[in-house]
């Protein structure tokens, strides 16, 4: 169980464009996602917090009118790169996690990533 | 200034021995505490967990110790197989239960079990 899917698992687009990516729970409801930034060698860094029908909770740092977040539903999360790029490139993951199983908050189970390029 | 920091950068064990992996982190208010696995292009697998009312707990072949006083936890993984090659992130939150899950990861180190 609690397993987090995401699409897609890498892109490529041209500097200026946007690209979405998308984040589900397959197999429970995430009350919360998160959404991790990956550089290379570095360890992984919390951009934003999601909860369903609510408003993103950004971390410092990170601009929210660049990277857009949508937490629609309870199984579907999305991440919106606005007018990539070429700094943008990394890794993106985002993880899940649920109260409504009986667990924390912090018990976050993680999606396999999506490599960004921007050219 | 890091949080969680994980000193060795890469670890090489012998199949079938002990790997031992250490975290240490600086801030007190830290309560909670995740080892997570990860292999190259994919996302972190969590592994263990441990909360600060405890000093050790145990799952199968993974083991997590906690030593407040010394603000170190480590993971054990007996026996070590190459199956259990990959990066090992240690994870700190702060506040249990009502938390918003920002969990602060250490740099992660490079585990080699070789046959």
């Known amino acids: 169980g609690a397993v987090v899917s995401q699409h897609p698992s890498r892109v490529i687009c041209k500097s200026g464009t946007s690209v979405k990516i998308e984040c589900r729970s397959l197999?429970?409801?995430?009350?919360?996602m998160f959404w991790y930034r990956q550089f290379p060698k570095k360890s992984l860094m919390l951009m934003a917090t999601?909860?369903?029908?609510?408003?993103?909770?950004?971390e410092q740092g990170v601009e929210k009118d660049k990277f857009l977040i949508n937490h629609a539903s309870l199984t579907l999360s999305t991440l919106t790169v606005t007018s990539a790029h070429p700094e943008d490139s990394s890794f993106y993951i985002c993880?899940?996690?649920?109260?409504?199983?009986?667990?924390?908050?912090?018990?976050?189970?993680f999606g396999p990533g999506t490599r960004l390029t921007v050219l | 200034d890091q949080q969680v920091k994980q000193n060795s950068p890469s670890l090489s064990v012998q199949e079938g021995r002990i790997s031992i992996l250490n975290c240490d982190y600086t801030?007190?208010?830290?309560?909670?505490f995740l080892w997570y696995k990860k292999y190259p292009a994919e996302g972190p697998t969590f592994l263990i967990s441990?909360?600060?009312?405890?000093d050790k707990n145990e799952d199968g072949r993974f083991t997590v110790f906690l030593n407040k006083s010394a603000k170190h936890l480590s993971l054990h993984i007996v026996p070590s197989q190459p199956g259990d090659s990959a990066v090992y992130f240690c994870?700190?939150?702060?506040?249990?239960?009502?938390?918003?899950?920002?969990?602060?990861f250490g740099k992660g180190t490079k585990l080699s079990v070789k046959p």
């Open positions: 993880s899940a996690s649920s109260i409504l199983a009986g667990k924390t908050v912090d018990t976050q189970y």
């Open positions: 994870a700190a939150s702060k506040s249990y239960g009502g938390s918003q899950g920002n969990l602060i």
């Open positions: 999601s909860n369903e029908g609510s408003k993103a909770t950004y």
């Open positions: 801030n007190s208010m830290f309560d909670y």
């Open positions: 441990i909360s600060s009312i405890k």
């Open positions: 197999d429970f409801q995430a009350t919360t």
